[in-house]
């Protein structure tokens, strides 16, 4: 069994395969996450594993908090994330205290990459649903306006999901099926093809993919 792992976005990269084609990849700095928690169906009503991501201040973290490090003989994290299973945990496998390495992975297998997207603020229909917009001429009062929501007399109201302005961005993404295509464990460095959710230094969770 092999559980996901936390990481940072480090940026983007080209790299050159064996045939000379290049390939978009993404540099995300994996781990080391120390298991701070093994929840079990006995004791919590379900199977998860908590893991850790960046140290942090430990005058920055509050006393229940500094408990359960210290219970845990870890350093206080950052971020806190559990990986849940469907079956039951092994405990010789995962136990309190180890490390999670970007090891649990290998090149050429295929992940999942989850991260909350770019914030872009209140945005009109254009930008957000892609409209085309009204008429750029002389004589037009709107230009980017959505256009009519009505539904006349018949149903009377507006319909749920009609695109309209709102807040883009800031939502979790996760895009499936990303190849790993290096592994540095000494620097704790993994390198997939193609593009992750989130802005520089933004906060991701790797797991193995579900729909390989």
């Not at 490090?69 to 971020?79: E, L, S, T």
Request: glycine content about 14%.
């Amino acid at each position: 069994m092999s559980i996901g792992i936390l990481g940072k976005k480090v940026g983007m990269m080209r790299l050159f395969g064996e045939n000379g084609l290049a390939i978009p990849a993404t540099v995300i700095e994996a781990g080391p996450c120390p298991i701070v928690q093994v929840k079990s169906e006995e004791t919590d009503g379900y199977e998860a594993v908590q893991i850790g991501f960046g140290q942090k201040r430990e005058n920055l973290v509050k006393k229940p908090l500094k408990g359960h490090f210290k219970k845990a003989n870890v350093p206080p994290m950052r971020f806190l994330r559990e990986m849940r299973f469907q079956e039951p945990v092994a405990e010789e496998n995962l136990k309190v205290g180890e490390q999670v390495t970007v090891q649990i992975f290998s090149e050429g297998e295929l992940v999942d990459v989850s991260g909350i997207s770019k914030g872009a603020g209140f945005a009109g229909v254009m930008k957000r649903w892609g409209f085309k917009g009204s008429k750029a001429s002389h004589g037009a009062e709107t230009h980017r306006h959505g256009g009519s929501i009505g539904a006349s007399a018949d149903p009377s109201r507006v319909f749920k999901g009609l695109p309209m302005p709102g807040r883009m961005g800031g939502k979790q993404i996760t895009v499936q099926n990303l190849e790993v295509v290096k592994i540095d464990p000494e620097r704790n460095l993994l390198v997939v093809k193609g593009s992750v959710p989130g802005p520089k230094n933004g906060m991701l969770v790797i797991k193995k993919a579900v729909k390989a």
